[in-house]
């Protein structure tokens, strides 16, 4: 895989991901359920703070200072993710649809403009993430998690949609 390769695969999944959002009304944004008892709007406040710890990674690397990764008790990250959620409780969903979107705008545009691909696929350069690439921590972060929660907000919008039929 290259860092193109990268960008297009987070494109992709975030394209898919958006024509899913698109198909939900927004007063169904509140409705628990979707992932867990999470509500839409929670599940989008999750994806941007994943990547927006990808964007704060890449920043690091290029730094050349130790990447900050969260602390988890749990090897799911359950623990970090429930904290992450609860502080988004308060805040307006236009508040994190904008974080959404600027989170993935910032990922972007930070791979296209980078410039050493060894250290984005050296799965040895980074030992704080346990043998894999920083590259593979970004797609984690973004295309795999965008994609993990389309294919739940889908399943979701099937179920909701049976029961409304039945």
């Known amino acids: 895989m290259t860092r193109l ?13 958006l024509e899913t959002l698109a198909l939900v009304p ?3 944004w509140l409705s628990p359920g979707v992932v867990g008892a ?5 599940v989008v406040a999750h994806l941007a703070i994943w990547c927006a710890r990808a964007v704060t990674w890449l920043f690091q690397a290029e730094r050349g200072v130790p990447l ?22 308060d805040r307006p969903l236009d ?5 959404f979107h600027g989170a993935h705008e ?3 545009q930070r791979l296209q403009r980078w410039t050493d691909d060894d250290i984005l696929f050296d799965a040895h350069r980074f030992p704080e993430l ?8 970004v797609l984690a972060c973004s295309a795999e998690h965008d994609a993990e929660h389309n294919a739940q907000i889908r399943q979701w919008l099937v179920s909701r949609a049976s029961d409304a039929a039945g």
């Open 5 to 17: 390769d990268m960008i297009a695969r987070i494109r992709e999944a975030r394209a898919a991901l």
């Open 26 to 28: 927004e007063d169904e």
């Open 38 to 42: 999470w509500s839409l709007r929670d």
């Open 68 to 89: 900050q990764l969260p602390r988890s008790n749990h090897p799911d990250w359950a623990d970090v993710n429930a904290r992450d959620v609860a502080t988004q409780r």
């Open 95 to 99: 508040r994190i649809l904008s974080d």
């Open 106 to 108: 910032q990922l972007l």
């Open 130 to 137: 346990g043998g894999e690439s920083l590259a593979a921590w």
